[in-house]
């Protein structure tokens, strides 16, 4: 019998479904869910997700870490003072202020 799927049938998505989902997405391991520090972890695989996607489809490193910084910025799931050291060393700077405040790149 096939499996019918969750989409739109108001059922919650499961788990372990949705970190399948990110992990064939991303090719990172999603954080062990017993692990301490949740909200850390995972704050740290959006920003890592997003400048990995983004340097697999991209030519120019540069340009595909401040893409990937800036769509951080303006998308982003957790609260920008969690995310904010992960995307600084992702880009190998500090971020300005104003960067953050615009979601844009400055310099």
Known sequence: MKKQSAR???EPHKIPDICAAL???????????????????????EVTSN??????????PVKAR???AEYTLRNAVY??????PHIERGLGRKLLDDEI???ELLS
């Not at 400048?51 to 120019?60: Q, V």
């Open 8 to 10: 739109g049938s108001g």
């Open 101 to 103: 405040v615009v979601g």
């Open 79 to 84: 609260p920008l003072e969690m995310l904010r």
């Open 66 to 68: 401040c893409q990937a």
């Open 51 to 60: 400048f990995l996607l983004a340097a697999r489809y991209s030519n120019d």
């Open 23 to 45: 992990e064939r997405l991303s090719g990172l391991p999603c954080p062990p869910h017993d692990a301490p520090d949740q909200r850390e972890l995972w704050a740290q695989y």
